[in-house]
């Protein structure tokens, strides 16, 4: 087993422990659940975790972060966001435990994201924990992934340009993606300088990553994604690949990896976020 399961058992251990520890209706516990276990990444607590350096006190964060992540998804594939019946291969939570469910079982994800950081915050009382959580809730909030998905719900009714397309691509999925390399940084000391350049480094992978995710939408596997491609050509969505071209779009791709490849140069050699970064720029799903 290398390091990198190693690192994801854990964090699936400790999530399954939060979930089997909440004092709630079984039927609520399985909604949340389904939702976790149905597979997924694990990107941005592997990415946590990564730029923490592998702490383990990063672990309740990178928890936190991937319950926020999957109540998103949640909510994002109901009928009144995306409408989507298939998430991580598997049918959409709202189409197996119903609409009313699906929303309160995000609910439930999110509100334990804070409970297990003001959890771990309270027994610890350490400022760089307090620091994590402020990280990460205020990237999940108005100002952060919440406040791009709104623009990107409007965007139905407003013609979207590229710099909105930009605003909301920072927002919706740059954020928490930043956040996450942030909090893991700010668990392993950095302040000032050298949390920007991690904030730096957050942000030009969240946007390459949201491009990958565009161009994976209009010519990806769907075998490989566990959802259907062309989805966004066929709603007419405005993406940085319809609005830049494919063609561009993937030049800008593999011209925003080059200069993220650049940026982790200030890592040490075998630093574990080097590895986690290079995964999420190669993949194919
Ligand atoms: C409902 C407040 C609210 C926000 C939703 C995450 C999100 C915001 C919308 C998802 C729509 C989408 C497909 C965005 C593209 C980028 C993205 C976040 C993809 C999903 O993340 P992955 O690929 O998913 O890391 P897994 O399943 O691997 O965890």
């Known amino acids: 087993m290398n390091s990198r399961s190693t690192d994801i058992d854990g964090l699936n251990a400790a999530l399954d422990g939060y979930l089997a520890a909440l004092d ?10 389904y939702s976790v276990g149905a597979g ?97 809730a ?23 340009d590229l710099s909105r397309v930009l605003y909301i691509d920072a927002r919706k999925t740059g954020a928490l993606i930043t956040a996450a390399i942030a909090a893991g940084a700010i668990v392993s000391g950095a302040v000032g300088e050298a949390l920007d350049r991690f904030r730096k480094l957050g942000r030009k992978l969240g946007l390459a990553f949201q491009i990958k995710d565009d161009l994976l939408n209009a010519a990806g596997d769907p075998a490989k994604l566990g959802k259907p491609v062309g989805t966004d050509g066929a709603a007419g969505k405005a993406t940085y690949v319809s609005l830049a071209g494919e063609k561009q779009a993937a030049a800008d791709y593999e011209r925003l990896s080059r200069d993220i490849i650049e940026m982790i140069d200030f890592l040490p050699e075998g630093h574990a976020l080097r590895d986690v970064v290079g995964r999420a720029l190669f993949r194919e799903h």
């Open 24 to 33: 709630c209706p079984e039927a609520l516990r399985a909604a949340m659940s």
């Open 40 to 136: 997924g990444k694990r990107l941005r607590p592997a990415l946590l975790i990564a730029a923490s350096g592998g702490d383990p006190d990063a672990v309740p964060f990178a928890c936190a972060v991937e319950l926020i992540h999957t109540y998103s998804l949640i909510h994002d594939d109901l009928p009144a966001m995306d409408d989507d019946d298939l998430r991580r291969g598997k049918p959409a939570n709202h189409k197996i435990f119903g609409e009313w469910a699906a929303i309160l079982a995000g609910d439930g994800l999110l509100n334990l994201a804070y409970e297990v950081m003001i959890g771990f915050c309270a027994g610890r009382l350490e400022p760089r924990f307090l620091a994590a959580a402020d990280e990460i």
């Open 138 to 160: 205020r990237a999940a909030g108005a100002g952060g992934m919440v406040g791009g998905q709104y623009a990107d719900m409007e965007s139905e009714r407003v013609v979207a």
